[in-house]
């Protein structure tokens, strides 16, 4: 059974730091594409940045410089660090396993405000 736990989201002031981790099992990890994705109320869910097995690495122009995704197949893990929170960047994040069909983890809720 697959499985993807996400997990450090929360509540964080304008300007702050989170670190999402999303920790998968029942797959070989080492060869899936990773991703994060968001989505706030009453929005489309959107892409916020990619990794591949290989560890090249995108981001939407929204998070470029602020975020950084990064794996460590060691422990099955996939992170996106977020810097300088923006009230926009409030939404659910949701982890994404992709190798010709997809696997979804349930979310975790983050909220910038003062």
Request: charged share 15%.
């Amino acid at each position: 059974q697959v499985q993807l736990v996400e997990s450090g989201g929360g509540l964080v002031q304008p300007g702050g730091s989170l670190r999402l981790s999303c920790a998968a099992s029942g797959i070989i990890f080492s060869i899936y594409n990773m991703g994060w994705y968001r989505q706030a109320p009453g929005k489309q869910r959107e892409l916020v940045a990619t990794i591949t097995w290989g560890g090249s690495t995108t981001y939407v122009d929204s998070v470029k410089g602020r975020f950084t995704i990064s794996r460590v197949n060691a422990n099955n893990t996939v992170y996106l660090q977020m810097n300088s929170l923006k009230p926009e960047d409030t939404a659910v994040y949701y982890c994404r396993a992709e190798r010709y069909v997809s696997y979804w983890g349930q979310g975790t809720q983050v909220t910038v405000s003062s």
